[in-house]
């Protein structure tokens, strides 16, 4: 059964994509993202120079999380081209 959050995740990788962007994702069916700061995101995309970071999160796993979403931030913080953003999703 799938979960709000994969469903979310699977949602935006597929907007992503009619965008124009590679897209790896940390669900079923997609190739696994690159390891960033210890954390792998749940979706990271490409286009051109540009690159998101996005992670998508529960009331849970947002207080549980803290660490990973500094992580990128911070990775995201060292070039202007890389995005990070956080999306809160129902559970």
Request: charged content about 30%; overall charge positive.
């Amino acid at each position: 059964m799938i979960n709000n959050h994969d469903s979310t995740v699977t949602a935006l990788v597929n907007k992503l994509e009619e965008d124009g962007y590679e897209v790896m994702a940390d669900v079923e069916g997609f190739p696994k993202p690159y390891t960033i700061r210890g954390y792998i995101p749940d979706i990271f995309a490409r286009k051109g120079a540009k690159v998101k970071i996005i992670e998508v999160e529960t009331n849970r796993s947002y207080r549980k999380d803290i660490h990973q979403r500094k992580a990128f931030r911070k990775f995201a913080s060292l070039n202007r081209n890389i995005a990070f953003r956080t999306i809160m999703v129902k559970e």
